[in-house]
């Protein structure tokens, strides 16, 4: 339990650990083959696709 509260507090590391699940990537592969700015730009890009899912959900969610 104790690594999961510690994770919990490691943005940078849930983000890379998110866009390495997505990728089909180990962490090790990402932190080897993508630079820093890389990175951002697909932690940047899965964050509008989340909103955007949740803006659809919202907009289903009022037509009802």
Do not use: S
Not at 11 to 33: F, I, P, S, Y
Not at 36 to 44: C, D, K
């Amino acid at each position: 339990k104790a690594l999961k509260k510690d994770l919990k507090k490691r943005n940078d590391l849930l983000a890379e650990l998110h866009v390495a699940k997505e990728l089909h990537m180990t962490l090790g592969q990402l932190r080897r083959e993508m630079t820093y700015e890389e990175l951002w730009v697909w932690i940047t890009y899965f964050n509008l696709m989340n909103d955007e899912r949740e803006e659809q959900m919202k907009k289903a969610q009022r037509r009802r």
